[in-house]
């Protein structure tokens, strides 16, 4: 096993932006959260692919397996844990592309809580040469987030994926995702 990996040498770029922006000067105002992020996973030796950092996308961000090595799981709300890198294999690019709106329920020192509205698109590829950043599976969904010091980000998102899953006739459907700790 130690010498199938011996030279196994590879690249991984990656581009995350977010911004936030109140909609009004008031206190109590929404934000608009806008998120853009793409990720490729190339090699120097065309006939070994990395089995190492791949990409895992689809579903809470959170959890998830994979047949790979040390993959990085990229949320998409509305399906599957997994379910949109192809056919099960490793992801070797993404993208995520997101828009939310989000509007404060309660804003005290010990205690935040907003609701939030949004739509988001994403997709991985098996091979980085047909990464395409507009070829996107869709959702759209509402949730919750509650920030408690002592526990930390919380919350509960509904999702709604309006297209097919690669390898499946269905669509992503409607989806329940948890977020505990962390923001995806």
């Known amino acids: 096993m130690k010498e199938k990996?011996?030279?196994?040498?590879?690249?991984k770029w990656k581009f995350?932006?977010?911004?936030?922006?109140?909609l009004s000067n008031k206190n109590k105002c929404p934000v608009l959260?806008?998120?853009?992020?793409?990720?490729i996973l190339g090699s120097y030796n065309g006939h070994k692919k990395s089995p190492f950092e791949t990409f895992y996308m689809g579903g809470?961000?959170?959890s998830g397996y994979s047949s790979g090595y040390a993959t990085e799981t990229i949320g998409l709300r509305g399906y599957d844990n997994g379910s949109l890198t192809p056919y099960g294999y490793d992801g070797y690019?993404?993208?995520?592309?997101?828009?939310e709106l989000r509007y404060p329920l309660m804003l005290e020192t010990s205690t935040s809580i907003y609701a939030l509205a949004f739509v988001e698109g994403g997709n991985a590829w098996t091979d980085p040469k047909k990464f395409n950043p507009f070829d996107m599976k869709r959702s759209a969904g509402a949730g919750v987030r509650i920030f408690l010091p002592m526990i930390g980000?919380?919350?509960?998102?509904?999702?709604?994926?309006?297209d097919k899953v690669f390898g499946s006739k269905t669509?992503?459907?409607?989806?329940f995702h948890f977020i505990i700790g962390q923001e995806f």
């Open 33 to 39: 959260m806008t998120r853009v992020e793409f990720g």
């Open 60 to 62: 809470d961000g959170m």
């Open 153 to 162: 980000l919380m919350g509960i998102d509904w999702a709604y994926g309006f």
């Open 93 to 99: 690019a993404y993208s995520r592309l997101a828009l």
């Open 171 to 175: 669509y992503g459907g409607s989806q």
């Open 5 to 11: 990996y011996r030279w196994v040498e590879y690249h």
């Open 16 to 22: 995350k932006l977010r911004t936030y922006s109140a």
